[in-house]
């Protein structure tokens, strides 16, 4: 799990540091605050030292495939035209660097990149083990009604997205746990198929399908939006991606999404973070933030580590406050408009 990341020079900021509680964190900011970019840099660190494909198989990480592997990522998931893009641009400093820190030590890494850097990164410190846990970016829109042939026409074709969709497909097409660990699923899934109203089914033509009692099987493109981003979730729990152990990164959760379902998804998110699952999230929604803070005050989860975020845009960069608790933050723009609209909506009344 991811511990610490600090960011010096990127993007919007000047210089911050995230120290990540390894159950749930909360990042909030208004817009171009740089919460997505958090998100990113710290799923583009872990997915890039995460073990897959033959080429790490068995083998301990290489400074020379990291360079060029975690310039590669941080290039497809930010999507700008070069690699040096991604520098903030102040005078004097023009080199961007980035240092993260797991709960498995041997995962530490700190590399860097100048406004100058086409494809290559500079690795300062070189972890000497892969990190055992493959993580989860979930984007602001869903995914299922794309995912027939999308891993295939993106790997053999350009298209403008940015890489954290086919990362997810991949994920989603993984075929589901059986055995021991079902029973695992079962608890977890139980009351997010309730609010689905139905299971998540992938047939063997790559189609995903909502299968309802007394309803057979409806397609995914015909199901609300808000319900296909609960499938996502579902989809990852039964294949284990985020079961008993993982990461999920995730911008947005709430888009789509009605007050009732924003509910039944802050209890999973918090079912997620108490099981293990490390659970980062990004939102300017008033309504989630008031859900997950009752509920990290409420009994079931008050044991639950928890840990809350606030971008502040300045002259000198965004600055970030961080605290055990919503509470503990100072006001945030775009949450005292929405209790300022409640203020002025009750003085016409």
């Avoid at 041997?106 to 990149?113: D, G, I, Q, V």
């Avoid at 999404?257 to 929604?285: D, E, M, Y």
Wanted: aromatic share 8%; charged share 20%.
């Amino acid at each position: 799990m991811l511990e610490q990341l600090h960011l010096q020079n990127m993007t919007v900021f000047q210089e911050a540091d995230f120290a990540l509680s390894p159950g749930l964190n909360v990042v909030i900011g208004e817009n171009a605050s740089g919460k997505t970019h958090f998100l990113k840099a710290g799923y583009c660190v872990a997915a890039t030292l995460a073990p897959s494909g033959k080429q790490q198989a068995g083998n301990i990480p290489s400074k020379a495939f990291l360079q060029s592997a975690l310039a590669e990522k941080l290039v497809n998931v930010f999507r700008p035209e070069n690699l040096g893009r991604i520098v903030r641009r102040r005078q004097g400093r023009e080199r961007c660097e980035i240092a993260a820190c797991f709960a498995d030590a041997r995962c530490n890494t700190s590399f860097s990149f100048a406004t100058q850097s086409k494809t290559e990164v500079s690795l300062e410190q070189t972890p000497s083990a892969w990190n055992a846990i493959v993580p989860a970016y979930i984007p602001t829109r869903e995914i299922l009604s794309l995912y027939p042939n999308f891993v295939s026409v993106y790997e053999n074709r350009y298209l403008e997205f940015e890489e954290t969709y086919r990362d997810l497909c991949l994920l989603l097409g993984v075929p589901v746990v059986r055995g021991q660990r079902e029973a695992g699923v079962k608890k977890l899934l139980k009351p997010l198929e309730a609010a689905m109203g139905g299971t998540v089914v992938l047939d063997k033509n790559g189609r995903f399908y909502l299968r309802s009692k007394g309803q057979g099987n409806m397609e995914i493109p015909l199901v609300a939006e808000g319900v296909r981003k609960l499938a996502m979730l579902a989809r990852l729990v039964m294949n284990g991606t985020l079961l008993d152990k993982g990461m999920l990164f995730w911008d947005e959760p709430d888009t789509s999404l009605n007050p009732k379902l924003i509910t039944h998804l802050a209890r999973f998110i918090a079912a997620l973070a108490q099981s293990g699952v490390q659970v980062v999230i990004a939102t300017h929604s008033l309504f989630l933030l008031r859900e997950l803070e009752i509920l990290h005050q409420s009994r079931d989860y008050r044991n639950m580590p928890a840990r809350f975020f606030a971008l502040h845009p300045g002259e000198q960069g965004v600055s970030v406050q961080a605290g055990d608790a919503l509470d503990d933050l100072d006001p945030i723009a775009s949450l005292d408009e929405e209790l300022s609209q409640s203020d002025r909506y009750m003085e016409v009344q």
